[in-house]
């Protein structure tokens, strides 16, 4: 499994670019902060754990363009580059919590001059992708003990390589089935409006020669009740402090329909993706995107001009829909407010 999803390289933050895959791997190197907030914003990188890394390293692209040797004068600039991308894309937390992290160092560095805090911002940068690399193993370690042998999965979105910078969060859990031995079935997703689950994550399972399957997304209650399907596997943008998840818009679809089938549903995230200041799922906000991307597919009209538009990008699944959440620091189950709270906190790294 390589995926150079998102890193830094000379000077400038190297993407694989999303909105050309399957038809080309092509790259792009985003040189400075309003680049690489296109590139979020357009979903040329995209999956909450990739974006937390993009905020980061978008802060490390405004250091190095930064003259100043003055201290407060440059805490202004990346205060203004924090505002800049926190407004890029809402319901993803990596993003913020990625830049909460930037800050504080900053802010826990008051005597530091401006040189020291461009390295240590650079080095806290390095340390995020480190650590969603290191994360995303310890998830799918825990989460591959789920998986049985000749199982059949079903997924939505792209929780893979290219939503992380390693092994993804629901994909990932699979990868590790499949090299400890297991044969699993996936089926994915087509995930209308922008097709992630037909363009990336069916690219994604074909190159680790995974068997899989594209669905589109209204087939899902069919597969189910013809008892196609053993699990459910998603990843997560943001989850409430009680287990209420956000994720890819149609997720809710699949956790009703798994409830009713008796199927479980298994949600897979770093603890960077919890929002515990968050009480419950309304609370988590959610992005609505154009109308444009209902009614055009690759640029070509499929709807009558001026037809009105519903495009939130994002569902939330209730906590009693959930059968598990699987993190780097265990698996949780319900009762999940206490649950999340014992796990999270007992096994902080
Ligand atoms: O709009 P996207 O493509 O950024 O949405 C991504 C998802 O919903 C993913 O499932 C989620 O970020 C988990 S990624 C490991």
Redesign the pocket.
């Known amino acids: 499994m390589s995926i150079p999803t998102i890193d830094w390289v000379n000077n400038s933050v190297k993407i694989i670019n999303q909105k050309i895959l399957p038809s080309k791997l092509e790259f792009i190197y985003c040189r400075d902060i309003k680049a690489l907030y296109k590139a979020i914003k357009t979903?040329q990188v995209?999956?909450?754990?990739?974006?937390g890394i993009a905020a980061a390293l978008g802060i490390v692209l405004t250091t190095r363009h930064s003259k100043t040797k003055d201290r407060a004068r440059f805490k202004k600039q990346l205060d203004k580059a924090i505002r800049y991308l926190s407004t890029a894309?809402p319901t993803?937390v990596n993003l913020f919590s990625a830049l909460k992290r930037m800050e504080a160092i900053v802010r826990e560095n008051s005597y530091a001059s401006v040189v020291k805090l461009k390295k240590l911002l650079f080095k806290e940068a390095m340390a995020i992708i480190k650590e969603d690399k290191l994360v995303c193993r310890k998830m799918a370690k825990f989460g591959a003990r789920l998986i049985k042998d000749n199982d059949r999965i079903l997924t939505?979105?792209?929780?893979?390589a290219l939503?992380?910078a390693d092994y993804?969060?629901?994909l990932g859990v699979i990868y590790r089935a499949k090299e400890e031995g297991k044969s699993i079935k996936v089926f994915s997703c087509e995930t209308r409006p922008?097709l992630?689950g037909a363009r990336l994550t069916t690219w994604e399972l074909l190159k680790e020669n995974i068997d899989t399957t594209l669905i589109c997304d209204n087939m899902a209650a069919s597969l189910m009740a013809n008892k196609k399907i053993d699990k459910i596997f998603?990843?997560?943008?943001r989850i409430a402090a009680n287990g209420d998840t956000a994720?890819?818009i149609g997720?809710y679809n699949l956790a009703v329909l798994a409830k009713y089938h008796k199927i479980p549903f298994y949600v897979v995230?770093p603890a960077s993706t919890f929002d515990l200041g968050i009480q419950s799922g309304n609370q988590i906000p959610i992005e609505n995107r154009s109308g444009r991307e209902i009614t055009h597919i690759f640029g070509r009209s499929i709807a009558p001009s001026g037809i009105k538009t519903y495009n939130p990008?994002?569902d939330v699944t209730p906590h009693k829909l959930i059968t598990a959440i699987i993190t780097e620091r265990g698996i949780i189950e319900s009762p999940f407010k206490e649950n999340i709270k014992e796990i999270l906190v007992r096994n902080a790294i």
Do not use: S
């Open positions: 979903l995209r999956g909450a754990p990739a974006l894309r993803a939505i979105c792209n929780a893979g939503a992380t993804g969060t629901a922008l992630q998603v990843g997560a943008d994720n890819k997720t995230a990008a994002f």
